[in-house]
């Protein structure tokens, strides 16, 4: 993933999707965290997705 955002908002949620994969490799080496994990990866594709919504406002408009 490049690491260089665009706004305050894009520095959050690139900053809080890296805390939850660090949270999920953590929680990989215990047992019995499974549920756990699906929970955090819903998390984390709700801000994935916010993130991508947030990139395409930046996006320039190309005239045809």
Do not use: F, W
């Amino acid at each position: 993933m490049a690491y260089e955002p665009g706004t305050s908002e894009c520095r959050l949620l690139i900053d809080s999707k890296a805390q939850i994969e660090s949270v999920l490799l953590n929680l990989a080496k215990l047992e019995n965290t499974e549920a756990i994990r699906a929970q955090l990866v819903d998390v984390y594709n709700q801000l994935e997705a916010r993130h991508e919504r947030r990139r395409a406002l930046r996006q320039p408009v190309v005239a045809a």
